[in-house]
């Protein structure tokens, strides 16, 4: 059985380089994709798919409130924020929101699969560079 993963953000480019990384993993399915918070939570809930990857600079919803939304809606979704920023604030906020996962754009790919399978295990994942 595949695990299903749903990726928003706004850049094409982003959510293209993703897919491609994530679906030549095996077991991994994308199953929808969104360019902004607001769909991602809608298309999220619809899908219900096993991880969703949320930017947190997302137009007409950013990804900390979008988060808050589909743990609400489906706490069963694990959900892993990618970022440019490091902050403590932004880290908290999103882990608070219901993100079980922080990864810095800067080192996603190398990140998000090991990410992935440490969220679906239940545990917290926070990028090493953070």
Do not use: W
């Not at 094409?12 to 077991?27: A, F, M, P, T, Y």
């Not at 137009?59 to 920023?85: D, F, W």
Request: proline share 3%; aromatic share 6%; net charge negative.
């Amino acid at each position: 059985m595949s695990t299903r993963i749903f990726l928003a953000d706004d850049h094409d480019i982003v959510r293209e380089g993703l897919r491609s990384l994530l679906e030549e993993e095996d077991g991994f399915e994308v199953v929808g994709e969104a360019a902004n918070g607001r769909a991602a939570v809608e298309q999220a809930i619809e899908l219900q798919p096993d991880v969703a990857t949320f930017d947190i600079a997302m137009p007409e919803l950013n990804g900390i409130e979008a988060t808050t939304r589909l743990h609400q809606a489906c706490p069963n979704v694990k959900i892993i924020i990618l970022s440019m920023y490091s902050t403590q604030e932004y880290i908290f906020r999103a882990l608070r929101a219901g993100a079980l996962g922080y990864i810095l754009k800067e080192s996603a790919g190398a990140e998000i699969v090991r990410a992935i399978r440490m969220v679906l295990e239940g545990h917290r994942f926070v990028s090493p560079k953070v």
